[in-house]
Each structure stands twice: as C-alpha cells, then as structure tokens.
C-alpha cells in the first residue's frame, strides 16, 4: 500500500493538486471553525435575548391580569368601605365582583368576631363552580377550618396591607389551586376589621404562563418565594412542593445552583444536567408594573423558561451537519475540478518530461512541437525547444568532428605502421649487414694482432699475406656496405 502510494504521489499533477487542496481544506476548517464558533456563540446571545423578551411579555400579561383584578376589586372595596354597618349587601358585593369579571373564581368576605351585631363570626363566600363556569356557589361558612385560623385571612390582619397569596398560602380557600388578592378592610378609625379576599384561578395563570413555550421540548414556570410551583406543565408537581424536593434537582448540583439564582430575584441564565441531558433555563424575577395608587408590595416570585439543549442548538447542528456536508461535496467537486485543471495545465510538463528521458537516452533529434501558450508553462517549453535544437545541432557537430578525427586517426595509423614496417626493415637490414661483416673484421683484428704482436719475426711474405688479407677483408666490407645501401640494390 505505501508503495503505491509513493508510487500515485510521484505524479507532480496529483501532489500538487493534494497540495492546493489541504491548503483550501485548512483554510475552510480555520475558517469554517471560527464561523460556526461565533455563530453558536450568537446563537445563545440571540436565544437569551429571546427568552427575556418572551418572559418580559409573559410577566406584562399576567401582570395585566393581576391588575384587572386589583382594580375590579378596589372598585368594589370603595363601595363596600361606604356601608360596613349593612351585612346583608357583602353576599351582593361578592357576587358581583365574581360575576363582572371572568378571571375571578371566587370572592370571600369576613369580618372580624363580633364586628356585625347578631354575628359570632361574619363570612359570605361565592365562587363559580368550575374555572370558567358561569354557575356560582353562595355560602356563608368556610368549607375546612374556620376562615379566620386560614393564612389568607391572618396574614392580611396581621400585617394590614394588600397582597397577594401564593396557591401554597390558601389551600383552605377553594378546592383548586388559587392566588388570592388580600384587601384588609379598615371601619372609619382605620382599623382592620375584615379582610375581602379575590381569588384568580391557577389555570388561567397557566394558561399564559405555559403559552410561552418557544420550542417543542421548552416550558415555563413559576416559583414562589421559596422555590414552590405556582405554575408548571407537570400538574403533580403543584401539591406544594418545592423544586428542590424534586429527586432529579436534588440530585444535580447544577440545577439547585440554577434554581436557588431564580428565587434568589437574579435575573440571568445557567445550564444544569439532569439525567446526562443538558437543559438551560433563562429567568427574571416577577415585577409588576409600577401603576400610580397601586400597592407594589414584592411578590417574590419568579419566572421562567427551561429549554433543553438540544432545542436550542438542534438546528444549528443540523446546519452544522448540512454544512459539513456540503464542504465534502464542495471539496470533492473542487479536487475533481483541480486536478482537470492542474492536469491540463501541466499536461505540456509531463510531456516536456518524456522528451527529457529521451534526450538522455541519446534520442537529440526528436523534435519538441511549438505551443501557443504565453505563459509560464508556454515559455518553458519554449526554452527547451530551442534547447532540444541548440543540443541537437551541438551533438552533429561533434559527430561530423568525431568522423574527421575518426578519418585522421586511420590516416595516422596507416602512416604509423609503414614507418613501423620501414623500421623492421632498417632493423633486419642493420642485423643483416653486422652478422655478414662480424667474419671479416674478426680476420682484419687477427691480421692486425699478427702484425702488432709479431712484427719482428714475421717474414715479408708473412706480413704482406697478412696485409693482403687485410685488404681483402676490407675491400668484402666495402663491396657488402655498398650493395646494401646501394637503392636499387636493395629494392
């Protein structure tokens, strides 16, 4: 396997073209990465800010309706205040404080002890029989425990001012869940003798509260002062449990944080894991509008939106996914196009290659065509034209200079074996002649010693014999040098 890729990756096309593509492939995922990073982090920005914008309008509704409450029952407060001393006018009251406003689920009386003449205890109660039942229920005792041992009713007296009662504070007042609005009732001495108490059904609280649901799996709530659910799609979670009862809060560290900020009156956002799935919950504390003449005691509650994860990050993660797909697709589309492109360009490269091969396997002549290319590739190829032409021409000339030398040197080699051949000649003619002349100079040198030696006994006819051979000898040497040196002779 890595053979053949060393072998796929030789080609300067293909390495090149891997080259221009991990240099994109770095720069898109440098790039992509930095994108997809700063658009997550908007994504969240743009998500709080949703969220608050979403919470603010749900506050503004309910808040809305707290009014309509508070100013229906002011009205008929005022008027109440005018006739204390008539008992029989409180069950009229009541029933048409019910009646005048749908929102309004039931609507309590009650005086102190011994206030009325005749009256032990006073109370008279209407409520409608169901939510948004038109059917009104008149009685004139409370259902459970007597009214004035309720927290609606002690609390207002002992603390004198208009509030709101969180559903956990009046569960004695009806038989579903209620926020009451708390009047104390003041005689003209402004003493707290009763206390008018409205009651607005949870369910319709819910109803706007859980209407603000901006994703599939996301819902609202609200707490209480100390972390008790007012409102929360999961019924069985307001029997007056706090959210901190909850096993899979308890158990999260995270989550209690979370929710302990909310009921602390922050407003802000933080994630928690509960069984290992991400949620975020974006929170405010519940402030009413600030209306001329309104009582602003604080209600300590809170509100908020729990979103999971993958709610608010589920798109971008398909995105993120198309995304990637996309650049794959992208990518190899753009490698399929470059490397077309790149083989195209360099195709004269790969050519110019082979023509480089052959010339060093001795092929000068083989022509390198003409282009029309006029750049950087076009003048290359160019440039090794006329080299191909420039080393063509170099190697004839040395050819033709190599067949003249060729031609000297066999005229030289010729010259060289007659002068070769003439002295074998000169050689066999000089051997030749010194072996022919060694007898007869040997006879001259004894003939010479003779006479040298024995000057005075030779006799005359001794000595001129010896002179005689002497000439002799001589005149052979003489006839033998002038015949071998003689040309004509010798040819």
């Not at 975020?280 to 999971?308: C, D, Q």
Request: proline share 5%; glycine share 4%.
């Amino acid at each position: 396997m890595q053979k053949v890729l060393k072998k796929i990756f030789a080609k300067p096309s293909l390495r090149l073209n891997t080259l221009v593509v991990l240099e994109v492939v770095i720069l898109l995922l440098v790039s992509l990465g930095g994108l997809l990073y700063f658009t997550r982090q908007a994504l969240v920005v743009e998500s709080k800010k949703d969220a608050e914008q979403r919470l603010e309008g749900t506050v503004q509704h309910v808040d809305n309706v707290l009014v309509s409450i508070e100013q229906a029952s002011g009205n008929f407060y005022y008027e109440l205040l005018e006739h204390l001393d008539e008992p029989e006018r409180m069950p009229v009251y009541c029933r048409r404080l019910v009646e005048c406003d749908p929102n309004i689920v039931g609507c309590v009386i009650a005086f102190e002890q011994g206030f009325f003449p005749g009256y032990d205890h006073y109370i008279t109660y209407v409520r409608r029989r169901k939510y948004n039942s038109p059917e009104l229920i008149i009685s004139d005792k409370s259902e459970d425990k007597p009214y004035f041992k309720q927290e609606w009713y002690s609390e207002t007296i002992k603390t004198g001012r208009p509030a709101w009662i969180s559903p956990e504070q009046n569960k004695d007042f009806v038989k579903e869940p209620v926020v009451v609005f708390c009047l104390p009732i003041r005689d003209r001495s402004s003493e707290c003798v009763g206390v008018m108490a409205v009651a607005l059904s949870v369910n319709l609280l819910s109803q706007i509260v859980l209407a603000n649901k901006p994703s599939p799996h996301s819902y609202s709530l609200l707490l209480g002062h100390d972390g008790t659910y007012i409102i929360h799609p999961d019924r069985e979670k307001l029997s007056g449990q706090t959210v901190f009862q909850q096993p899979e809060v308890a158990e999260s560290q995270s989550a209690v944080a979370a929710f302990k900020d909310m009921i602390a009156g922050k407003t802000g956002d933080e994630s928690f894991v509960i069984d290992d799935v991400t949620w975020y919950v974006f929170y405010k504390p519940f402030v009413r509008a600030n209306i001329p003449g309104r009582s602003m005691e604080a209600l300590h509650w809170s509100i908020g939106t729990v979103y999971p994860k993958s709610d608010i990050f589920g798109e971008y993660n398909h995105l993120v996914l198309h995304v990637l797909a996309i650049v794959f697709i992208g990518l190899l589309v753009f490698y399929i196009l470059c490397r077309s492109a790149i083989r195209k360009q360099l195709s004269p490269l790969a050519y110019l290659t082979v023509s480089a091969e052959r010339i060093a396997e001795g092929h000068y002549d083989e022509p390198v065509p003409d282009t029309k290319r006029d750049d950087e590739v076009g003048a290359f190829q160019q440039q090794f034209q006329m080299m191909q032409r420039a080393l063509d021409a170099d190697i004839r000339k040395q050819q033709e200079l190599q067949a003249t030398l060729n031609e000297r040197r066999e005229e030289l080699r010729a010259i060289h074996d007659q002068i070769e051949e003439g002295n074998q000649v000169k050689t066999t003619f000089l051997h030749n002649v010194t072996n022919r002349m060694i007898p007869p100079s040997e006879s001259i040198l004894e003939s010479v010693n003779r006479l040298s030696e024995n000057a005075q006994e030779l006799s005359l006819q001794e000595a001129n014999r010896e002179i005689d051979n002497i000439k002799q000898q001589s005149d052979t040497i003489l006839e033998l040098l002038s015949h071998k040196f003689n040309p004509v002779s010798h040819e």
